[in-house]
């Protein structure tokens, strides 16, 4: 068994803080050193924004928990310095199969393209990642980066005030208050932050079971994503299998809703119910297990004054098609920098309203598809049964009834159309995939990838065309990404389509602000100002 969850990496030690006569003020104070909370961190030090972190645990978490990471995550995890550790790690894999039956019905391929820096995704246990969060956090200590994490620092009480947020902390040695001028809360899916808040969800909750069982052994299964619909071993539910590092195996089995949850977790339940999948003679070892229920909710707003939610305390999403743990680091792509500028005065408060708008928008989509995934997988009347498993047998044998499939559809990233920060799109001619409020498409550059020449604020991209270099306008810096489609007929394809020649604004988490024939620097300035609130 992995050890990993088993050391501290971040042990309570007393801090000034708790001596001082009156509440210390910090600019960010993070609830919840998760995956979603470690990467926060990451992005504000990076863009030297002084930030605290705050859990009352000192390790990562146990359980493989979140294990599907997908090319966006990874793309966000080599601009906050971490990717190749990752991928290096990971069970790369694009391929997918689903079985009705004992039969399989199609396989798919999540990047059928090539051109792009990562794979479709990596499997890889959660405290694998959350471990390379922290190491990262490290290497920016080691550079002098304002950022430290407090372990066994339990936050008890919140009031939220027009200018600051106090909190009240208890420690192995007694509580103490902090001040925040803005706080984040990154505490999962049964936030504290929240509750303390009075804040709820909205959304659904499906009369539902799952066993999640996380089993070592050495098998020969290929690396891809099998999905099954009514097994021989799982008769009327559906089962799924991923493998991880480590001969460590992901298997979940559908139970029922009506079902004695405690009970199913126990060996004597579970270990029968994985012989009859794997086969009485495979030797395996559990090494984490648990229930869950598919659950699609969101809060109604995730920015409260100067309380701003991401991830799990933002948003629940059923696991199938691996949108929880990917939402919440596209919610810290988008969230920090624009912390930064409103901390920066470059722009104003209003700006994370945007915050609220886009990423309330990627939830929606979020558990729109997680919604019609449960639905097709735990048809809930007699007709959508029939009609579900018709589908299935028509998928076999003809390529118009795959799209009608619904095994989880798989995290992309999401799309913010008509979002308050794009400009107008003008153009018909330049590609629909690389629009206004699109995240940047990868493609080959040179021996590079455009991805990694991006800058770590915005940046225009001037395709065949002329453009200043590395201008100031509105107040902010541009950093300017002058290439050729000549020699990069793929960038070429993905980003001028019908057109000769074209100039890019890219944000700074990568998405596009706004797109024109050539550079024009009134118009720049004008998108300028709206993708900064200031417009």
Same mark, same amino acid.
């Given at each position: /068994?992995?050890?990993?969850?088993?050391?501290?990496?971040?042990?309570?030690?007393?801090?000034?803080?708790?001596?001082?006569?009156?509440?210390?003020?910090?600019?960010?104070?993070?609830?919840?050193?998760?995956?979603?909370?470690?990467?926060?961190?990451?992005?504000?030090?990076?863009?030297?924004?002084?930030?605290?972190?705050?859990?009352?645990?000192?390790?990562?978490?146990?359980?493989?928990?979140?294990?599907?990471?997908?090319?966006?995550?990874?793309?966000?995890?080599?601009?906050?310095?971490?990717?190749?550790?990752?991928?290096?790690?990971?069970?790369?894999?694009?391929?997918?199969?689903?079985?009705?039956?004992?039969?399989?019905?199609?396989?798919?391929?999540?990047?059928?393209?090539?051109?792009?820096?990562?794979?479709?995704?990596?499997?890889?246990?959660?405290?694998?990642?959350?471990?390379?969060?922290?190491?990262?956090?490290?290497?920016?200590?080691?550079?002098?980066?304002?950022?430290?994490?407090?372990?066994?620092?339990?936050?008890?009480?919140?009031? &939220?005030?027009?200018?600051?947020?106090?909190?009240?902390?208890?420690?192995?040695?007694?509580?103490?208050?902090?001040?925040?001028?803005?706080?984040?809360?990154?505490?999962?899916?049964?936030?504290?932050?929240?509750? @303390? @808040?009075?804040?709820?969800?909205?959304?659904?909750?499906?009369?539902?079971?799952?066993?999640?069982?996380?089993?070592? /052994?050495?098998?020969?299964?290929?690396?891809?994503?099998?999905?099954?619909?009514?097994?021989?071993?799982?008769?009327?539910?559906?089962?799924?299998?991923?493998?991880?590092?480590?001969?460590?195996?992901?298997?979940?089995?559908?139970?029922?809703?009506?079902?004695?949850?405690?009970?199913?977790?126990?060996?004597?339940?579970?270990?029968?119910?994985?012989?009859?999948?794997?086969?009485?003679?495979?030797?395996?070892?559990?090494?984490?297990?648990?229930?869950?229920?598919?659950?699609?909710?969101?809060?109604?707003?995730?920015?409260?004054?100067?309380?701003?939610?991401?991830?799990?305390?933002?948003?629940?999403?059923?696991?199938?098609?691996?949108?929880? &743990?990917?939402?919440?680091?596209?919610?810290?792509?988008?969230?920090?920098?624009?912390?930064? /500028?409103?901390?920066?005065?470059?722009?104003?408060?209003?700006?994370?309203?945007?915050?609220?708008?886009?990423?309330?928008?990627?939830?929606?989509?979020?558990?729109?598809?997680?919604?019609?995934?449960?639905?097709?997988?735990?048809?809930?009347?007699? /007709?959508?049964?029939?009609?579900?498993?018709?589908?299935?047998?028509?998928?076999?044998?003809?390529?118009?009834?795959?799209?009608?499939?619904?095994?989880?559809?798989?995290?992309?990233?999401?799309?913010?159309?008509?979002?308050?920060?794009?400009?107008?799109?003008?153009?018909?001619?330049?590609?629909?995939?690389?629009?206004?409020?699109?995240?940047?498409?990868?493609?080959?550059?040179?021996?590079?990838?455009?991805?990694?020449?991006?800058?770590?604020?915005?940046?225009?991209?001037?395709?065949?065309?002329?453009?200043?270099?590395?201008?100031?306008?509105?107040?902010?810096?541009?950093?300017?990404?002058?290439?050729?489609?000549?020699?990069?007929?793929?960038?070429?394809?993905?980003?001028?389509?019908?057109?000769?020649?074209?100039?890019?604004?890219?944000?700074?988490?990568?998405?596009?602000?706004?797109?024109?024939?050539?550079?024009?620097?009134?118009?720049?300035?004008?998108?300028?100002?709206?993708?900064?609130?200031?417009?």
């Amino acid at each position: /068994m992995n050890k990993i969850f088993e050391i501290p990496l971040y042990p309570y030690a007393r801090h000034p803080d708790q001596d001082a006569t009156t509440p210390v003020q910090h600019k960010v104070i993070i609830i919840g050193a998760g995956p979603v909370g470690l990467a926060a961190a990451i992005d504000l030090a990076q863009r030297d924004v002084p930030v605290l972190v705050l859990d009352d645990n000192d390790r990562v978490s146990f359980g493989s928990r979140a294990i599907c990471f997908s090319k966006r995550t990874l793309e966000i995890l080599d601009r906050l310095g971490c990717g190749d550790v990752n991928v290096e790690t990971g069970v790369t894999w694009n391929t997918g199969r689903v079985f009705f039956n004992e039969r399989e019905i199609y396989t798919f391929n999540l990047l059928p393209e090539e051109g792009h820096k990562r794979p479709a995704f990596i499997n890889l246990q959660q405290y694998y990642f959350e471990q390379f969060l922290f190491e990262r956090v490290q290497q920016l200590v080691e550079e002098g980066k304002p950022i430290e994490i407090r372990g066994r620092n339990r936050v008890e009480a919140i009031g &939220a005030h027009p200018d600051h947020v106090r909190l009240e902390i208890e420690t192995p040695e007694g509580p103490y208050e902090l001040h925040a001028e803005w706080l984040i809360a990154c505490d999962g899916a049964n936030s504290p932050t929240r509750r @303390m @808040m009075g804040l709820d969800f909205v959304g659904r909750v499906f009369e539902d079971n799952f066993l999640i069982a996380d089993v070592i /052994m050495k098998a020969d299964f290929p690396t891809e994503r099998w999905f099954w619909f009514d097994p021989p071993f799982n008769r009327g539910q559906s089962a799924l299998l991923h493998r991880q590092p480590d001969n460590v195996w992901r298997i979940d089995l559908q139970l029922g809703w009506d079902i004695d949850r405690e009970a199913e977790k126990r060996p004597e339940r579970v270990i029968p119910r994985l012989k009859a999948m794997l086969g009485e003679d495979v030797e395996f070892d559990l090494e984490w297990v648990s229930i869950y229920t598919f659950q699609c909710r969101r809060m109604e707003r995730f920015r409260h004054g100067r309380v701003i939610f991401a991830g799990d305390a933002a948003h629940q999403v059923s696991p199938f098609g691996a949108r929880g &743990a990917n939402s919440g680091l596209q919610d810290v792509d988008n969230l920090c920098w624009k912390l930064a /500028m409103v901390l920066e005065g470059q722009a104003p408060v209003r700006l994370l309203d945007s915050y609220d708008w886009e990423r309330v928008y990627g939830a929606d989509e979020n558990i729109l598809n997680s919604t019609r995934s449960t639905d097709f997988i735990t048809p809930k009347s007699e /007709m959508s049964q029939i009609f579900r498993d018709a589908v299935l047998d028509l998928a076999a044998r003809h390529e118009f009834a795959r799209p009608l499939v619904n095994s989880g559809r798989l995290s992309v990233p999401c799309v913010y159309d008509d979002g308050p920060l794009n400009t107008d799109d003008i153009s018909n001619t330049l590609p629909a995939r690389t629009r206004p409020g699109a995240p940047v498409e990868d493609a080959p550059l040179g021996e590079g990838w455009l991805i990694d020449a991006l800058g770590e604020g915005f940046t225009l991209l001037a395709i065949d065309t002329a453009c200043p270099q590395d201008v100031t306008l509105e107040g902010v810096a541009l950093t300017t990404l002058s290439v050729g489609a000549k020699d990069n007929p793929l960038l070429g394809a993905r980003y001028l389509g019908a057109q000769p020649h074209a100039v890019y604004l890219v944000r700074p988490d990568q998405h596009i602000a706004a797109r024109w024939a050539e550079y024009n620097e009134e118009a720049v300035s004008a998108s300028l100002k709206r993708a900064t609130a200031r417009a």
